[in-house]
Nanobody, 126 residues
Framework: QVQLVESGGGLVQAGGSLRLSCAASGRAFSNYDMGWFRQAPGKEREFVAAITWSGGSTSYADSVKGRFAISRDNAKNTVYLQMNSLKPGDTAVYHC???????????????????WGQGTQVTVSS
């Protein structure tokens, strides 16, 4: 099992930027593919971005392409989500998730991930 703790959320004005971090502990971080998901009040949890164990492959939701960037530092056991040009519609609790690397494919569905963090709140004001 890997334990995940998110940080970096907060209140920002539209057009601003935030960088979320997800620190992992437990099993070898480099054995896991990582993802970011978000959930707004009254809405389903939705995929945001994902990255394979090596960082060689990434995937983004259409709604964040060109604005968000996922990256990882396996030496620091951390995955990041750089969020630029934020919009009020990006307001949500952001969760990171981990899945053991199996096939080298990027997984974009929540049920493909086994371990979840508690989340960090991101609020974008207009």
């Amino acid at each position: 099992q890997v334990q995940l703790v998110e940080s970096g959320g907060g209140l920002v004005q539209a057009g601003g930027s935030l960088r979320l971090s997800c620190a992992a502990s437990g099993r070898a971080f480099s054995n896991y593919d990582m993802g970011w998901f978000r959930q707004a009040p009254g809405k389903e949890r939705e995929f945001v971005a994902a990255i394979t164990w090596s960082g060689g492959s990434t995937s983004y939701a259409d709604s964040v392409k060109g604005r968000f960037a996922i990256s990882r530092d396996n030496a620091k056991n951390t995955v990041y989500l750089q969020m630029n040009s934020l919009k009020p519609g990006d307001t949500a609790v952001y969760h990171c998730a981990a899945r053991p690397t199996i096939d080298g494919l990027v997984v974009v569905t929540a049920d493909g991930y086994h371990n979840w963090g508690q989340g960090t709140q991101v609020t974008v004001s207009s």
